[in-house]
């Protein structure tokens, strides 16, 4: 059974700094591609980053880039969110995703994603 658990969200000031962690009990997450979504109260959950599962390919959402940045600890079986520049906006509950068995060019689709941590809320203060 998969299990992700997310950890690291909070209440930070405007400007601040936040960092996300999602550590996963799948035998298959070294060949997952993994992602974070986030989801505001009244709206979608929304694609935020995804990383390949070697690491060596990243995606951003627009919203985003240049502030957040995806990594991954495949010897801990964990990928991280770090989230700098934090805006009210970014306001949410972020969730991590995994996309088992994902072949090809980075998924941003909630229906390409599998298996979802419970969510860990983020809170930015302006």
């Known amino acids: 059974q998969v299990q992700l658990v997310e950890s690291g969200g909070g209440l930070v000031q405007a400007g601040g700094s936040l960092r996300l962690s999602c550590a996963a009990s799948?035998?298959?997450?070294?060949?997952?591609?993994m992602g974070w979504f986030r989801q505001a109260p009244g709206k979608e959950r929304e694609f935020v980053s995804a990383?390949?599962?070697?690491?060596?390919?990243?995606k951003y959402a627009d919203s985003v880039k240049g502030r957040f940045t995806i990594s991954r600890d495949n010897a801990k079986d964990t990928v991280y969110l770090q989230m700098n520049s934090l805006k009210p906006e970014d306001t949410a509950v972020y969730y991590c995703?995994?996309?088992?068995?994902?072949?090809?060019?980075?998924?941003?689709?909630?229906?390409?994603?599998?298996?979802w941590g419970q969510g860990t809320q983020v809170t930015v203060s302006s």
């Open positions: 799948v035998r298959t997450f070294r060949s997952s591609v």
């Open positions: 995703a995994a996309a088992i068995g994902w072949v090809g060019l980075l998924p941003s689709g909630r229906s390409q994603y599998n298996a």
């Open positions: 990383i390949s599962w070697g690491g060596g390919a990243t």
